[in-house]
């Protein structure tokens, strides 16, 4: 792997994306306007809701990957104290675009492997599967490339399971780069008013290692191609953006 993905390459049905956005409009569109129910009730709801939703975002995600009762309790742990550093840097008008902000991540959400490697990328080979990650020595070019690439991604969707998808490929750091890159996804999600994602059980779990295991495989053969395996990691990412809109809908309605 040496190059990343092509923003110009990328052909998501732009129907899809103003669904999500319509869907997302009413949210506060309900709250504003709604005659029928007090807009603090409502707001009440809304705000309810998406603590729910943060919940199972730390939740899920250390799911994701603990193999042992101890490491849930852990992961969900620091990712709770993730997600509350995430939700102040979105309160003081912070969007995550930098390298800096991905190693914050890294030392809340692994603050163990932190400890042994400060600010620092991984040093030697891993590997996802049958796909082999990129050599350390091309890592901190990769990142750069991947911000500089996340700048010419006008939608925040596209531009947050852009960063989630290739952040996963890079796998920059030696540990937690899944944890990491679904906050990172999560908060350029939240800054730009969508709720949080997250996989919600062991079907979608499976689901989502399958398709992103496909679209590297694909991307093997050409690193910066678009292609239908890619399109369908993206496709479902969009399903659960929407997915998380329908749960705050009806918790207001």
Same mark, same amino acid.
């Not at 569109?29 to 603090?40: E, G, H, P, V, Y």
């Given at each position: ?26 949210i506060y569109r309900a709250i504003t306007f709604c005659k029928k129910t007090s807009s603090k009730a409502l707001l009440d709801s809304f705000v309810n809701s998406t603590n729910s939703l943060t919940q199972l975002l730390s ?10 009762? &101890? &490491? ?93 998808? &290739? ?36 079907? &979608? ?27 369908l990691f993206f496709n479902q990412e969009l399903k659960r953006v929407s997915n998380s809109i329908q749960y705050i809908l009806e918790e207001i309605r």
């Amino acid at each position: 792997m040496n190059t990343l993905i092509h923003p110009d390459t990328i052909k998501i049905d732009s129907s899809i994306l103003n669904k999500i956005d319509i869907e997302s409009k009413s949210i506060y569109r309900a709250i504003t306007f709604c005659k029928k129910t007090s807009s603090k009730a409502l707001l009440d709801s809304f705000v309810n809701s998406t603590n729910s939703l943060t919940q199972l975002l730390s939740i899920k995600n250390a799911q994701m990957e603990a193999e042992t009762e &101890e &490491e849930l309790k852990l992961y969900q742990k620091n990712l709770n104290k993730t997600i509350i550093y995430v939700a102040n840097e979105i309160k003081n008008e912070i969007n995550l675009t930098s390298q800096v902000q991905l190693f914050q991540l890294f030392r809340l959400i692994s603050p163990e492997s932190h400890k042994l490697h400060p600010n620092q990328y991984r040093r030697t080979l891993v590997q996802i599967g049958a796909f082999i990650c990129p050599n350390p020595e091309n890592l901190n070019t990769l990142v750069n490339q991947l911000f500089y690439n996340l700048n010419h991604i006008s939608h925040p969707l596209v531009k947050a399971i852009y960063l989630h998808h &290739e952040l996963v490929r890079i796998h920059p750091f030696v540990d937690g780069n899944g944890r990491t890159s679904r906050i990172a996804k999560n908060w350029i999600l939240m800054f730009n008013l969508y709720p949080p994602i997250f996989i919600k059980d062991k079907i &979608e779990k499976k689901e989502y290692i399958s398709s992103l295991s496909q679209s590297f495989k694909t991307l093997e053969r050409n690193d910066s191609a678009w292609n239908e395996n890619t399109n369908l990691f993206f496709n479902q990412e969009l399903k659960r953006v929407s997915n998380s809109i329908q749960y705050i809908l009806e918790e207001i309605r």
